[in-house]
């Protein structure tokens, strides 16, 4: 069964860091791009950040640039995103989902142009 595990969640400080990891089996992550998208309570799932099969092209939102980045290790079937300097405003909770727009590196996908998606792990930023 293909499917996607997400990891590293938690609670932190503002200011505080975390770096969630997004484990895929049951197939083979080379192939994929992978977007992480999170969604805070009452809201809409939005995308955060997205990368390329081969980790060349990377997008984010405006919201995280500069403070979150994404990145890959095809060996480990895993992709990461490393989050610093966390504000409340990021508090929601985070997946990470099958890329299929092949456009990572022009925009972030929609949430119909993605496969898999994980379960999710749960951001909380607070002090």
């Known amino acids: 069964q293909s499917q996607l595990v997400e990891s590293g969640g938690g609670l932190v400080q503002p200011g505080g860091s975390l770096r969630l990891s997004c484990v895929a089996s049951g197939f083979t992550l080379d192939y994929y791009a992978i977007g992480w998208f999170r969604q805070a309570p009452g809201k809409e799932r939005e995308g955060v950040s997205c990368?390329?099969?081969?980790?060349?092209?990377?997008n984010y939102a405006e919201s995280v640039k500069g403070r979150f980045t994404i990145s890959r290790d095809n060996a480990k079937n895993t992709v990461y995103l490393q989050m610093n300097d966390l504000k409340p405003e990021d508090t929601a909770a985070y997946f990470c989902?099958?890329?299929?727009?092949?456009?990572?590196?022009?925009?972030?996908?929609?949430?119909?142009?993605?496969?898999?998606w994980g379960q999710g792990t749960q951001v909380s930023v607070s002090s």
């Open positions: 989902a099958v890329d299929l727009s092949q456009r990572c590196s022009v925009k972030l996908p929609t949430t119909r142009e993605t496969g898999i």
């Open positions: 990368i390329s099969s081969g980790g060349g092209s990377t």
